[in-house]
T-cell receptor, first 112, second 111 residues
Framework: GAGVSQSPSNKVTEKGKDVELRCDPISGHTALYWYRQSLGQGLEFLIYFQGNSAPDKSGLPSDRFSAERTGGSVSTLTIQRTQQEDSAVYLC??????????FGPGTRLTVL | ELKVEQNPLFLSMQEGKNYTIYCNYSTTSDRLYWYRQDPGKSLESLFVLLSNGAVKQEGRLMASLDTKARLSTLHITAAVHDLSATYFCAVDMARGSRLTFGEGTQLTVNP
């Protein structure tokens, strides 16, 4: 079946511009996660959605970052006034209950 | 705060050899995940370990979980070049909560 999909796969933007990254989770998965991975760095948690509960936003690095999940499915991560340190691969994952959390292919963001 | 530590961080081994990657975590949890990441690629789920004493095997990889010791191992048997990748362990503290990842172990299998 279809896995987690993300778009765009690559995004190059200029410092100060806003960007939107999209994640389509596996159908029926109630949980959705955003992580980012900087070059040579580990995986940093950003935000987590579970069903209709309030999202866990504790990993968002600044108020320039926000995310929403519409209709319990698609999620959009928005970064306002991008900075060079925002350059990273942004990974989305989805899961159902306690089983595996499945990651999408990621969006590689480059801020010039 | 949950901390997850892997060792070694870098592992270079010859084909045909065996080795073990260790994953320690700081807080009680009975859910541990192993992922593989190839360069420029996303994370591929390898194993989900959900209880103390759980052991899972897939091909040349075997993972185990000891929740009392807060330790998981990923054992590689008779390594082949195709296993070269970065391996991450990850832990979550409660059902469906965020995953906290280890630093990753970069494995290189030399012919």
């Amino acid at each position: 079946g279809a896995g987690v999909s993300q778009s765009p796969s690559n995004k190059v933007t200029e410092k100060g511009k806003d960007v939107e990254l999209r994640c389509d989770p596996i159908s029926g998965h109630t949980a959705l996660y955003w992580y980012r991975q900087s070059l040579g760095q580990g995986l940093e948690f950003l935000i987590y959605f579970q069903g209709n509960s309030a999202p866990d936003k504790s990993g968002l690095p600044s108020d320039r970052f926000s995310a929403e999940r519409t209709g319990g499915s698609v999620s959009t991560l928005t970064i306002q006034r991008t900075q060079q340190e925002d350059s990273a691969v942004y990974l989305c994952a989805s899961s159902l209950d306690t089983r595996g959390k499945y990651f999408g292919p990621g969006t590689r963001l480059t801020v010039l | 705060e949950l901390k997850v530590e892997q060792n070694p961080l870098f592992l270079s081994m010859q084909e045909g050899k065996n080795y073990t990657i260790y994953c320690n975590y700081s807080t009680t949890s009975d859910r541990l995940y192993w992922y593989r990441q190839d360069p420029g690629k996303s994370l591929e789920s390898l194993f989900v370990l959900l209880s103390n004493g759980a052991v899972k095997q897939e091909g040349r990889l075997m993972a185990s979980l000891d929740t009392k010791a807060r330790l998981s191992t990923l054992h590689i048997t008779a390594a082949v070049h195709d296993l070269s990748a970065t391996y991450f362990c990850a832990v979550d503290m409660a059902r469906g909560s965020r995953l906290t990842f280890g630093e990753g172990t970069q494995l290189t299998v030399n012919p």
